[in-house]
């Protein structure tokens, strides 16, 4: 089992849409999470990050994980077409400790 | 937040040269500094992690050999290809922590290597 799940996608939604992001991961000794935005042919750029469970909204960004269930969401209110990218989940258990990413997600947002 | 300079950000070669990416941190010192490499709409893979002054650590099945990593400076890292052959043509991305807090890691642009 992979230490991060992540559906790959594609996702395609009309501007001004709720977007749903998810990741699951294995492993329960995970404590920060983060969601990062890959442009195409461009290094990750860190969106949102959270320790432990619970919420974090930055903008239309909300940032959302479910420790007892392992569940890690990114939720983006009024989407917008520039907000089209790879958005990339990541966990590790400890500061320094190594990342886990999924597989990220395509996402389109159509004007 | 803190700032990774990559160096080139693409790049084409040919079958048997060998190519070398810089990765640098702007305005901060990185002991630690990481290498990925991601295939097209595949996640990223953790190569090696560079340590400054002593040798690369590499994730099992990177070849050593091949992927050169120096840390000569608490600045600068650097990641040779030795004799690319066109499987190495990927998108190769360096990361370090935030000095503030290491606790958020921070990427280059990337670069593309091309292997004809």
């Known amino acids: 089992q992979k230490e991060v799940e992540q559906d790959p996608g594609p996702l395609s939604v009309p501007e001004g849409a709720i977007v749903s992001l998810n990741c699951t991961y294995s492993?329960?000794?995970?404590?920060?999470f983060m969601w990062y935005r890959q442009y195409s042919r461009k290094g990750p750029e860190l969106l949102m990050y959270?320790?432990?469970?619970g919420n974090k909204e930055d903008g239309r960004f909300t940032a959302q994980v479910d420790k007892s269930s392992k569940y890690i969401s990114l939720f983006i209110r009024d989407s917008q077409p520039s907000d089209s990218a790879t958005y990339l989940c990541a966990t590790r258990g400890s500061t320094l400790g190594r990342l886990y990413f999924g597989r990220g997600t395509q996402l389109t947002v159509w004007p | 937040g803190a700032v990774v300079s990559q160096h080139p950000s693409r790049v084409i070669c040919k079958s048997g040269t060998s190519v070398k990416i810089e990765c640098r941190s702007l305005?901060?010192?990185?002991?630690?500094m990481f290498w990925y490499r991601q295939f097209p709409k595949k996640s990223l893979m953790l190569m090696a992690t560079?340590?400054?002054?002593?040798?690369?650590?590499?994730e099992q099945g990177v070849e050593k050999d091949k992927f050169l990593i120096n840390h000569a400076s608490l600045t600068l890292s650097t990641l040779t290809v030795t004799s690319a052959h066109p499987e190495d043509s990927s998108f190769y991305i360096c990361?370090?922590?935030?000095?503030?807090?290491?606790?958020?890691?921070?990427f280059g642009s990337g670069t593309q290597l091309s292997v004809l």
């Open positions: 990361s370090a922590w935030d000095p503030a807090t290491n606790e958020k890691l921070f």
């Open positions: 305005d901060f010192q990185a002991t630690t």
């Open positions: 560079s340590n400054e002054g002593s040798k690369a650590t590499y």
């Open positions: 959270t320790y432990s469970s």
């Open positions: 492993n329960s000794a995970f404590q920060y």
